[in-house]
């Protein structure tokens, strides 16, 4: 397991092979073979091991996600997926004036028109799709990586877990709209993961809840709100003192309406 850890990331470091490659050759197998020694033995090296094998594994699924996610963010793949909904539209049209004028009726020209319109909705179709499967798996195992590793973590260790729980709270953020099971991972993370390594980010985390209605919205909303009550219970000093002042938001804010859906929120929360 050290040996494929060390390889992985020794390959990664100097680019000897692709990040896909690196992370189905070597990080993945050796964060089963550690996951099957700690089954085995639960010593406290073997944590330390798997520990680091899912925290490197996190890291380069996390680099993958990114790759994918802002080529679909990009300006160039915005303006592909206008000229996709143009082309869908020309060939509606296209459908209507043949219904009209009837296959017999069809010129030559028009139905290579309509062939090459068709190829053109069928290529962009897939490469979008292909993007978007690629994007949810790789979101997946970055936060359940992160979260073995944030559970197995040593509170004396060098690294700096904060940055792996922004980078797991990031990833949750930026994709919990487009791919709604990822609110259920999260969910499940917080039955391993401690409380007290979500307390860094709690001010970014308590200013995103909400009452607002909808339902992909409503699913990270539970999940948000589980994890701020947990965070309360757990570590009242830091974060009780942020739930008053939301609940007071009404009365200090200068649009009542704009504080409502947050004031809501929190007072279910207490």
């Not at 550690?34 to 890291?59: F, G, P, T, V």
């Not at 509170?155 to 609110?183: G, K």
């Amino acid at each position: 397991a050290e040996n494929l850890l060390l390889c992985g990331v020794w390959s990664l470091r100097h680019k000897i092979e692709s990040a896909k490659c690196v992370q189905e050759s070597y990080l993945m197998p050796a964060a089963e073979v550690c996951h099957k020694l700690w089954e085995e033995r639960k010593s406290d090296m073997d944590a330390r091991c798997l520990s680091a094998s899912c925290l490197a594994l996190a890291q380069n699924a996390t680099s993958l996600f990114e790759t994918v996610f802002s080529r679909i963010r990009s300006r160039e793949w915005g303006a592909k997926i206008s000229f996709l909904e143009d082309q869908k539209t020309l060939s509606r049209e296209l459908e209507s004036e043949l219904k009209k004028v009837g296959k017999k009726n069809e010129s030559n020209a028009d139905r290579a028109h309509r062939i090459k319109v068709t190829r053109t909705i069928n290529q962009l179709e897939e490469e979008k799709q292909n993007q978007e499967n690629e994007l949810g798996p790789y979101a997946e195992l970055a936060l359940q990586s992160f979260g073995e590793s944030l559970s197995m973590a040593e509170n004396s260790s060098r690294e700096n877990w904060t940055r792996c729980v922004f980078q797991m709270v990031s990833i949750w953020f930026a994709v919990y709209q487009i791919l709604p099971i990822i609110n259920e991972t999260v969910s499940n993370l917080l039955e391993v993961v401690p409380s007290y390594r979500f307390v860094p980010l709690a001010h970014q985390l308590f200013a995103r809840i909400s009452s607002k209605e909808g339902e992909e919205f409503e699913k990270f909303q539970v999940t948000l709100q589980k994890l701020v009550c947990l965070m309360c219970r757990d570590h009242p000093y830091h974060c009780l003192p942020m739930i008053y002042s939301l609940i007071n938001g009404r009365d200090q804010g200068r649009d009542s309406d704009t504080c409502d859906p947050k004031v809501r929120a929190a007072k279910t929360i207490m």
